[in-house]
């Protein structure tokens, strides 16, 4: 029995032995398991020439892995089945002005990642003065007016771009109360250039309006940044801003609201239109100054701009009391002798005051309404008991129309 259970144990070892063998004799292949796959990136140039020493840095949503290239060019890596991955490279001599990216399926196996030969641009800034100038916005952009490279110049008014591609690109030095310079670099090697920029202002013009009145608006302050003006007889006010600039407007006035304007100016003269509204307010107007009391009094309630102002609240000595309709008109009613103070309020708005006197009804002129005179079916007069045609008075013209009958009768 113990001779038949080492012979197992020995064929066992061969096994595996002859196992190990052929696994370590067969060929190398992409690997996946689970949610990762192994991908072979071939780093190249245009004519197919392999890149040797280059790190590729793959990167995805949650992840990234970087490798060196071997001699072949070649490397290996790990990336998750299903992500868009980008495929960067970094090498002295060779660059890519964007990563590669590439959805990777299961059955990705290989992705060849083209590089071109590097190059960086350097320049330095001037005056016309012959300063440094820092702060300028050196833009490098390519034919699908794409950014490549893109800084500031530093105190000493210098910027080197990061490696890019040979090629043909546009470059653009654009800077605050300067005028844009673009010139055009077409090259295989590093640049090293010197660019001078020159100092520029601008006219912004401001048209300063009444949208609702549909007017000009003179005598309003214009501030624009550290400069003020005021508005003629047409509205406008002009102001000297530098170039290239992001201008603050702001515009006040007595009687209106204040404004403010965001304005791009480029390197041309630019007019913006400015929008100001008078101030909310309330007129109030009564057609009567003296109402007989029980009557009411009819006002008028009229907004900044001499029109209706509908549904404002009417007070009578701070109590509100009736609601103007869409004419801006109100009853008042006038409960009592005396003096009637009178105001219209909408929200925070308050009205001027005016007085109404309710005075007794007996012998009183109201000095707004007057008596009528008509005739009935016989052809009599009659005469309308209108306020201040009193009882003496209808009597004496009773005995005037009898004496003239008798006398006719005669």
């Known amino acids: 029995m113990a001779v038949r259970a080492s012979r197992r144990a020995i064929a066992a070892v061969v096994l595996l032995v002859v196992a190990a063998l052929v696994a370590g004799s067969a060929p190398a292949v992409a690997q996946s398991g689970g949610d990762t796959t192994t991908v072979t990136v071939t780093v190249e140039t245009e004519d197919g020439t392999p890149v040797s020493g280059a790190t590729v840095a793959a990167s995805w949503d949650g992840g990234q892995t970087s490798a060196d290239t071997?001699?072949?060019?070649?490397?290996?890596?790990?990336?998750?089945?299903?992500?868009?991955?980008?495929?960067?490279?970094?090498?002295?001599?060779?660059?890519?002005?964007?990563?590669?990216?590439?959805?990777?399926?299961?059955?990705?196996?290989?992705?060849?990642?083209?590089?071109?030969?590097?190059?960086?641009?350097?320049?330095?800034?001037?005056?016309?003065?012959?300063?440094?100038?820092?702060?300028?916005r050196v833009a490098v952009v390519d034919g699908a007016e794409r950014e490549?490279?893109?800084?500031?110049?530093?105190?000493?008014?210098?910027?080197?771009?990061?490696?890019?591609?040979?090629?043909?690109?546009?470059?653009?030095?654009?800077?605050?109360?300067?005028?844009?310079?673009?010139?055009?670099?077409?090259?295989?090697?590093?640049?090293?250039?010197?660019i001078e920029?020159?100092?520029?202002?601008?006219?912004?013009?401001?048209?300063?309006r009444d949208?609702?009145?549909?007017?000009?608006?003179?005598?309003?302050?214009?501030?624009?940044?550290?400069?003020?003006?005021r508005t003629d007889d047409s509205g406008r006010a002009t102001v000297s801003v530098p170039v290239n600039s992001e201008a603050r407007v702001e515009v006040t006035r007595e009687g209106y609201g204040d404004a403010t304007s965001e304005a791009s100016v480029g390197e041309s003269d630019r007019t913006v239109e400015v929008a100001l509204s008078r101030l909310p307010s309330l007129s109030l107007?009564?057609?009567?100054?003296?109402?007989?009391?029980?009557?009411?009094?009819?006002?008028?309630?009229t907004d900044a701009y001499g029109d209706p102002a509908a549904?404002?609240?009417?007070?009578?000595?701070?109590?509100?009391?009736?609601?103007?309709?869409?004419d801006g008109e109100a009853l008042v009613p006038v409960s009592e002798a005396g003096e009637t103070a009178v105001r219209a309020r909408r929200g925070r708005t308050t009205s001027n005051r005016v007085t109404v006197e309710g005075v007794s009804g007996a012998g009183t002129d109201t000095g707004t309404t007057t008596g009528t005179v008509s005739t009935d079916d016989g052809g009599v007069p009659t005469f309308g008991a209108a306020p201040g045609f009193g009882a003496v008075a209808a009597l004496v013209a009773l005995l005037s129309l009898a004496y003239l009958a008798r006398d006719s009768r005669r």
């Open 70 to 136: 071997a001699g072949n060019g070649k490397v290996f890596v790990d990336v998750p089945v299903g992500a868009t991955v980008s495929f960067d490279v970094d090498h002295p001599d060779y660059t890519r002005n964007f990563p590669l990216r590439r959805t990777v399926g299961e059955d990705t196996d290989s992705v060849a990642v083209e590089v071109t030969d590097a190059v960086a641009f350097t320049y330095q800034v001037n005056s016309r003065q012959g300063d440094a100038v820092e702060g300028v």
């Open 148 to 194: 490549v490279a893109a800084g500031r110049t530093s105190g000493d008014g210098r910027f080197t771009t990061e490696q890019i591609e040979a090629g043909s690109y546009a470059v653009r030095f654009t800077k605050t109360g300067y005028l844009t310079v673009e010139r055009t670099e077409e090259t295989g090697v590093d640049v090293t250039r010197r």
């Open 197 to 208: 920029v020159e100092r520029a202002d601008a006219v912004l013009a401001v048209d300063v």
């Open 211 to 229: 949208p609702r009145a549909g007017e000009a608006i003179s005598g309003a302050t214009v501030r624009v940044d550290d400069k003020t003006a």
């Open 285 to 301: 107007e009564s057609a009567n100054e003296r109402v007989v009391v029980g009557e009411s009094a009819r006002v008028t309630v």
């Open 311 to 326: 549904n404002v609240t009417v007070l009578v000595d701070g109590e509100a009391v009736a609601t103007t309709d869409g």
